[in-house]
T-cell receptor, first 113, second 116 residues
Framework: AQSVTQLDSHVSVSEGTPVLLRCNYS??????LFWYVQHPNKGLQLLLK??????LVKGINGFEAEFKKSETSFHLTKPSAHMSDAAEYFC???????????FGAGTRLTVKP | NAGVMQNPRHLVRRRGQEARLRCSPM?????VYWYRQLPEEGLKFMVY????????ESGMPKERFSAEFPKEGPSILRIQQVVRGDSAAYFC??????????????FGPGTRLLVL
């Protein structure tokens, strides 16, 4: 069965500095990988997804993620953090069907002025 | 095009009561998923439905929980005889006719259930 591990439960950055949220996955098959963002008391919004096309995936709001099969990683990055980026971020892996999505425990991003 | 709608957004129940959570998928979406999020945890899959069919309920507790997605109207997640451990955020997601594992799911804002 597939699984995903988000390596940091909490990341704090200053506004204008880079963001790195780390995600490692485990899967016996070629995975689809997603990053979702959840703002307080809101639903989850898709940031980006990887589905076996280009390994560098660009998403909304300036985020991007790189699929590295050799490292089984799918880290999320952004060159310059904005205050509005403060939220919970979830890395998700899916293999065979939409009902087998597995969510990481989440990384809470704090952005300091 | 309205997004996935869930109501109520907040629900308070006493132990032993029933909780009914409703989800209206995005227009044109025929697949609905329910997830539960406990504090400090990621989302856990509960059930996957298509119109009038339960496709996968492997994540549903064996007792007290049921789900339906009728031909007309919203999907309903029903929890009978709630206990304090049922307190959580329940999210609904929908997707159009499938692309399998590549399918993007669109999430609603969630229902926060508190059991007193």
């Amino acid at each position: 069965a597939q699984s995903v591990t988000q390596l940091d439960s909490h990341v704090s950055v200053s506004e204008g500095t880079p963001v790195l949220l780390r995600c490692n996955y485990s899967s016996s098959y070629s995975p689809s990988l997603f990053w979702y963002v959840q703002h307080p008391n809101k639903g989850l919004q898709l940031l980006l997804k990887y589905t076996s096309a280009a390994t560098l995936v660009k998403g909304i709001n300036g985020f991007e993620a790189e699929f590295k099969k050799s490292e089984t990683s799918f880290h999320l990055t952004k060159p310059s953090a904005h205050m509005s980026d403060a939220a919970e971020y979830f890395c998700v892996v899916s293999v065979k069907a939409p009902n087998d999505m597995r969510f990481g425990a989440g990384t809470r991003l704090t952005v300091k002025p | 095009n309205a997004g996935v709608m869930q109501n109520p957004r907040h629900l308070v129940r006493r132990r032993g009561q029933e909780a009914r959570l409703r989800c209206s998928p995005m227009k044109g979406h025929s697949h609905v998923y329910w997830y539960r999020q406990l504090p400090e945890e990621g989302l856990k899959f509960m059930v996957y439905l298509q119109k009038e069919n339960i496709i996968d309920e492997s994540g549903m507790p064996k007792e007290r929980f049921s789900a339906e997605f009728p031909k007309e109207g919203p999907s309903i997640l029903r929890i009978q005889q709630v206990v304090r451990g049922d307190s959580a955020a329940y999210f609904c997601a929908s997707s159009p006719i499938g692309q399998g594992a590549r399918e993007t799911q669109y999430f609603g804002p969630g229902t926060r259930l508190l059991v007193l």
